[in-house]
């Protein structure tokens, strides 16, 4: 599934956006897929894992995604990290660390607090790499 969350991270890098893409799994179907759309809506909320969880929670008419994995091509921060908690998702799963900006493994480690009430199962590293050279090609587009 990862395949389809690098294809909305392409469409965001497409639109201008940081190249990240997100997706919610269900019973191995997607049910939900969103980009990054901060700079389009004008709302710095809009990273493609909240708006993931939007439309999953809209499409299943309900607030907790507890059978739900999302799988993300970075590291969430601690924005998305803290919506996946207040969701119950099942699992995380990315692909590129956010030594900067993430806050699962890297920054506040949301999932590590005691204020945090729910912690999704987490596998990181899955296709790294591609999502690494879509976002370094991005970055380096816009410093040229």
Do not use: W
């Amino acid at each position: 599934m990862m395949k389809f969350a690098l294809e909305q991270a392409q469409m965001a890098a497409a639109a201008g956006e940081v190249p990240v893409g997100a997706v919610v799994v269900r019973d191995n179907k997607i049910i939900a897929s969103a980009h990054n759309e901060t700079i389009i809506r004008n709302d710095p909320t809009a990273h493609a894992e909240m708006l993931a969880i939007r439309a999953a929670c809209a499409t299943l008419k309900t607030n907790y995604l507890v059978d739900c994995d999302l799988i993300v091509t970075l590291e969430p921060c601690a924005m998305c990290a803290q919506a996946l908690a207040f969701a119950r998702v099942r699992r995380l799963i990315y692909a590129a660390s956010d030594s900067k900006g993430g806050g699962v493994e890297n920054g506040p480690r949301i999932f590590n607090q005691p204020t945090c009430h729910h912690r999704p199962e987490i596998f990181s590293g899955i296709e790294a790499d591609a999502a690494g050279v879509l976002l370094k090609e991005f970055f380096a587009s816009k410093r040229n």
